[in-house]
C-alpha cells in the first residue's frame, strides 16, 4: 500500500510539474514578445539618435522663447543695445570684406569703389540709420503675426536643414508595434505592454512556485530514498528532461543596458531623453548555439560545436541512455550505455556551463555598470542616469535544476547497479 501512494504521489508530481512546464514555456515565449516590442519603442534610433525628436526639441524651445518675447520697459533698451550691437558689427565687417575685394582686383592698388565710398562716406550713413532700422526691427518683432511668420519660417528651415543633413529614420517597426497595440503613440504603448508584462509575470510565479515544490519533492526523493523502482527512475528521468529542455528553450540571461534620463540646459529649456535603450540582447542556449554556428569565423564555430555537445547532445544521449537502462537492464553491460550512464558526468560538464554562464553574467553585468558610470561623468553639464536592467532569465535556473537533479540520478542509478559494476 505504501509503495502504491508514493507512485500515485510522484504521478501527480509528474503530471503537475509537466502542466507546469508546457504553461511557463508558452507564457515566456509571449512575454518574451511583449519585451522585444517594448525594447524597440524605446530603442535609442528612435530617441537620443534621432533628429526628428531633436527637431522637435528644438522647435518647442524657440516657439516657447518667441512667445516670451518682451520688448517693454528695460527689456526693449537691453534688446536695442544688442540689436544695435550687431548691426554696427555686421556694417563694419562688411565694410573691410568690400574694401579688401576692391583692393585685390585694383590696379597697382588703387581702388576708385573703395575711393568712392570714402568721399561719399557710404557705410558712414549706413551706420548713421542703424537706430531706426533698430526700432523698425523691434517694431516687427512686436507683432503676434510677424512672429507666427518667424516661427513657421525657423520651423521650416529646421526640417530642411535634416532633411539634407541627417539619414532617416525608418520607422516600419516602429509604426506596425503601434498598429499592433492599436495605439498612436509610444507613451500609450509602452504602458498597454507593461501591464500586459505585469499579468504574465503573475501567471508565471504562480506556475514557478508549483514546479519548484514539485521539483523539490522528487529531488529529496531521489536523495533521501534508498530503493527505487524501475517506475520512479522513469519519473525522475522524464522529469529531468523537462527541465533541460527549458533550460535550453528559455533564455538563460537579459543583457540590458540603458540611459534612464538624460538631461541638460539650452538657452533656458530643458532638453531631456529618458528610458533609452542603448543595448539588449536575450539568448536560449539554443538561440545561442544557432548563431555561433551560423557564423564564418572559426573560433566562434568551435565555441558553438563545444556548447551543443555539452549543454544539449551529451545531456540528451545521457537521459536517453538511462530510459533505455530502466526498460532494459541487460544494457548495463553495453559499453556506450554504461559510459553515458555511469561514467560520463566528469565529461559533459553540465555543472561547469552553469558556473561557465553565471560568471558570463556577473563580468557582463560588471563591464557594463563600469562603461554606463563612465558616460554618467561625460560632462558636469549633462544631467545622465543609467541603469543595468541585466538579470539571469528562467532558463539559467531551469538549467541549474537539471544539473542538480541529473546528479542525484546518476548516483541513485549508480547505486541500484553497484553489484554488476563492481562484477564488470
Same mark, same amino acid.
Given at each position: 500500500?505504501?509503495?502504491?501512494?508514493?507512485?500515485?504521489?510522484?504521478?501527480?508530481?509528474?503530471?503537475?510539474?509537466?502542466?507546469?512546464?508546457?504553461?511557463?514555456?508558452?507564457?515566456?515565449?509571449?512575454?518574451?514578445?511583449?519585451?522585444?516590442?517594448?525594447?524597440?519603442?524605446?530603442?535609442?534610433?528612435?530617441?537620443?539618435?534621432?533628429?526628428?525628436?531633436?527637431?522637435?526639441?528644438?522647435?518647442?524651445?524657440?516657439?516657447?522663447?518667441?512667445?516670451?518675447?518682451?520688448?517693454?520697459?528695460?527689456?526693449?533698451?537691453?534688446?536695442?543695445?544688442?540689436?544695435?550691437?550687431?548691426?554696427?558689427?555686421?556694417?563694419?565687417?562688411?565694410?573691410?570684406?568690400?574694401?579688401?575685394?576692391?583692393?585685390?582686383?585694383?590696379?597697382?592698388?588703387?581702388?576708385?569703389?573703395?575711393?568712392?565710398?570714402?568721399?561719399?562716406?557710404?557705410?558712414?550713413?549706413?551706420?548713421?540709420?542703424?537706430?531706426?532700422?533698430?526700432?523698425?526691427?523691434?517694431?516687427?518683432?512686436?507683432?503676434?503675426?510677424?512672429?507666427?511668420?518667424?516661427?513657421?519660417?525657423?520651423?521650416?528651415?529646421?526640417?530642411?536643414?535634416?532633411?539634407?543633413?541627417?539619414?532617416?529614420?525608418?520607422?516600419?517597426?516602429?509604426?506596425?508595434?503601434?498598429?499592433?497595440?492599436?495605439?498612436?503613440?509610444?507613451?500609450?504603448?509602452?504602458?498597454?505592454?507593461?501591464?500586459?508584462?505585469?499579468?504574465?509575470?503573475?501567471?508565471?510565479?504562480? @506556475?514557478?512556485?508549483?514546479?519548484?515544490?514539485?521539483?523539490?519533492?522528487?529531488?529529496?526523493?531521489?536523495?533521501?530514498?534508498?530503493?527505487?523502482?524501475?517506475?520512479?527512475?522513469?519519473?525522475?528521468?522524464?522529469?529531468?528532461?523537462?527541465?533541460?529542455?527549458?533550460?535550453?528553450?528559455?533564455? +538563460?540571461?537579459?543583457?540590458?543596458?540603458?540611459?534612464?534620463?538624460?538631461?541638460?540646459?539650452?538657452?533656458?529649456?530643458?532638453?531631456?531623453?529618458?528610458?533609452?535603450?542603448?543595448?539588449?540582447?536575450?539568448?536560449?542556449?539554443?538561440?545561442?548555439?544557432?548563431?555561433?554556428?551560423?557564423?564564418?569565423?572559426?573560433?566562434?564555430?568551435?565555441?558553438?560545436?563545444?556548447?551543443?555537445?555539452?549543454?544539449?547532445? @551529451?545531456?540528451?544521449?545521457?537521459?536517453?541512455?538511462?530510459?533505455?537502462?530502466?526498460?532494459?537492464?541487460?544494457?548495463?553491460?553495453?559499453?556506450?550505455?554504461?559510459?553515458?550512464?555511469?561514467?560520463?558526468?566528469?565529461?559533459?560538464?553540465?555543472?561547469? +556551463?552553469?558556473?561557465? !554562464?553565471?560568471?558570463?553574467?556577473?563580468?557582463?553585468?560588471?563591464?557594463?555598470?563600469?562603461?554606463?558610470?563612465?558616460?554618467?561623468?561625460?560632462?558636469?553639464?549633462?544631467?545622465?542616469?543609467?541603469?543595468?536592467?541585466?538579470?539571469?532569465?528562467?532558463?539559467?535556473?531551469?538549467?541549474?535544476?537539471?544539473? !542538480?537533479?541529473?546528479?542525484?540520478?546518476?548516483?541513485? !542509478?549508480?547505486?541500484?547497479?553497484?553489484?554488476?559494476?563492481?562484477?564488470?
Amino acid at each position: 500500500m505504501k509503495h502504491y501512494l508514493l507512485k500515485i504521489t510522484l504521478c501527480l508530481l509528474f503530471i503537475f510539474t509537466s502542466i507546469s512546464s508546457y504553461n511557463l514555456y508558452n507564457l515566456e515565449n509571449f512575454k518574451r514578445s511583449l519585451k522585444k516590442d517594448l525594447i524597440e519603442l524605446s530603442d535609442i534610433k528612435y530617441g537620443l539618435f534621432n533628429v526628428d525628436k531633436w527637431k522637435d526639441q528644438l522647435a518647442t524651445i524657440i516657439i516657447n522663447r518667441l512667445e516670451e518675447l518682451n520688448l517693454k520697459g528695460k527689456d526693449r533698451e537691453v534688446a536695442e543695445k544688442k540689436i544695435k550691437k550687431l548691426l554696427y558689427e555686421v556694417i563694419e565687417n562688411f565694410e573691410i570684406s568690400y574694401k579688401r575685394q576692391n583692393r585685390e582686383n585694383s590696379f597697382f592698388g588703387i581702388s576708385y569703389e573703395n575711393i568712392g565710398a570714402d568721399v561719399f562716406n557710404i557705410f558712414g550713413r549706413l551706420k548713421q540709420h542703424v537706430p531706426e532700422i533698430t526700432d523698425q526691427i523691434i517694431n516687427f518683432l512686436e507683432k503676434e503675426e510677424n512672429r507666427e511668420s518667424i516661427k513657421d519660417y525657423i520651423l521650416l528651415q529646421l526640417d530642411k536643414y535634416r532633411n539634407s543633413t541627417f539619414q532617416k529614420v525608418d520607422y516600419e517597426q516602429f509604426n506596425l508595434i503601434l498598429s499592433k497595440y492599436r495605439t498612436d503613440n509610444k507613451n500609450d504603448c509602452s504602458i498597454i505592454i507593461k501591464n500586459s508584462i505585469r499579468n504574465y509575470n503573475k501567471q508565471i510565479n504562480s @506556475f514557478l512556485v508549483v514546479t519548484f515544490i514539485c521539483y523539490m519533492v522528487i529531488l529529496l526523493y531521489t536523495l533521501l530514498s534508498k530503493e527505487h523502482s524501475t517506475f520512479n527512475f522513469i519519473i525522475f528521468i522524464i522529469t529531468a528532461l523537462q527541465f533541460l529542455l527549458l533550460g535550453v528553450l528559455l533564455p +538563460m540571461i537579459d543583457i540590458d543596458a540603458r540611459i534612464g534620463i538624460m538631461e541638460f540646459e539650452l538657452i533656458g529649456e530643458t532638453i531631456s531623453f529618458k528610458d533609452q535603450v542603448l543595448y539588449f540582447k536575450s539568448k536560449s542556449i539554443v538561440e545561442m548555439s544557432k548563431l555561433m554556428l551560423s557564423q564564418e569565423k572559426f573560433e566562434v564555430t568551435v565555441v558553438g560545436i563545444l556548447v551543443v555537445t555539452f549543454s544539449i547532445i @551529451f545531456p540528451l544521449l545521457k537521459i536517453i541512455s538511462s530510459l533505455g537502462l530502466m526498460f532494459h537492464g541487460q544494457l548495463v553491460n553495453n559499453k556506450m550505455i554504461s559510459f553515458l550512464v555511469f561514467k560520463s558526468g566528469k565529461w559533459s560538464m553540465a555543472d561547469v +556551463m552553469v558556473v561557465a !554562464i553565471f560568471m558570463s553574467y556577473i563580468g557582463f553585468t560588471g563591464i557594463i555598470s563600469s562603461q554606463l558610470n563612465q558616460l554618467e561623468k561625460i560632462s558636469k553639464s549633462l544631467n545622465i542616469l543609467t541603469t543595468n536592467n541585466s538579470e539571469l532569465q528562467h532558463g539559467f535556473y531551469f538549467f541549474l535544476g537539471f544539473v !542538480i537533479l541529473s546528479i542525484s540520478i546518476s548516483q541513485s !542509478i549508480t547505486n541500484l547497479y553497484k553489484e554488476s559494476l563492481n562484477y564488470n
